[in-house]
């Protein structure tokens, strides 16, 4: 597609529930990426995917947070048995490598999760 | 360790005025460093980028950064805001082999009228 494209834009869930983010990447950027925006906390990377695999996860929280990226396309955050200090605004980017080896990332709109 | 730093939280000028961002990265870091900004009610995009060459860099908008090695810096200036380029703005750097892009904090700019 035109840009990347993130799905919900808004999802409330109570407590203790399942939730799936999902991302659709820029056709042919073979790099994504999740971040996590909160209030006064800036931009924290969650995990980077280089094609379908998960070069670096580090930035993923707990044990509850997962990510999986399928056909070097599109990719789901899931966060199980959500808490409250989940609740934070999700960004996805992509980025084509260039020769460089420098990303200049695409961002979408991001998904605004609010746990109850 | 933050691997950027960004050492002011908000920064209020007036309209007209200069003002300078603030922006500094770890060793750790490669050359490879970004400004990008956020609009209320927008999302992120790319102000300006350094990758090699000349440690000075523009943007189409009047801003500019310095890439500063000795002080392993790069602050972003703009000599004369508008009320326009009221915005959170974040540096990146790119660490690790594998091209990992971490953000500092944020710094929310706000011009006053």
């Known amino acids: 597609g035109a840009g990347v494209s993130q799905s919900p834009s808004n999802k409330v869930t109570e407590k203790g529930k399942d939730v799936e983010l999902r991302c659709d990447p820029i056709s042919g950027h073979t790099a994504l990426y999740w971040y996590r925006q909160s209030l006064g906390q800036g931009l924290e990377f969650l995990i980077y995917?280089?094609?379908?695999?998960?070069?670096?996860k580090s930035g993923l929280p707990s044990d509850r947070f997962s990510a999986e990226r399928t056909g070097g396309s599109v990719s789901t955050l899931t966060i199980q048995r959500t808490q409250q200090e989940d609740s934070a605004v999700y960004l996805c980017?992509?980025?084509?490598?260039?020769?460089?080896?420098?990303?200049?990332?695409?961002f979408g709109a991001g998904s605004r999760l609010t746990v109850l | 360790a933050q691997s950027v730093t960004q050492l002011d939280s908000q920064v209020p000028v007036f309209e007209e005025a200069p003002v300078e961002l603030r922006c500094n990265y770890s060793?750790?870091?490669?050359?490879?460093l970004f400004w990008y900004v956020q609009y209320p009610n927008q999302g992120l995009q790319l102000l300006l980028k350094y990758l090699s060459g000349s440690t000075l860099v523009e943007s189409i908008n009047g801003f500019e950064a310095e890439f500063n090695k000795s002080q392993t810096s790069f602050h972003l200036r703009k000599p004369s805001v508008h009320i326009s380029d009221t915005a959170e703005y974040f540096c990146a750097g790119v660490s690790g082999g594998y091209q990992k892009v971490t953000f500092g904090t944020g710094t929310k700019l706000q011009v006053i009228p």
């Open positions: 995917f280089q094609g379908n695999s998960a070069p670096d």
């Open positions: 060793s750790s870091v490669s050359v490879y």
């Open positions: 980017a992509s980025s084509s490598r260039v020769s460089s080896g420098a990303n200049v990332l695409t």
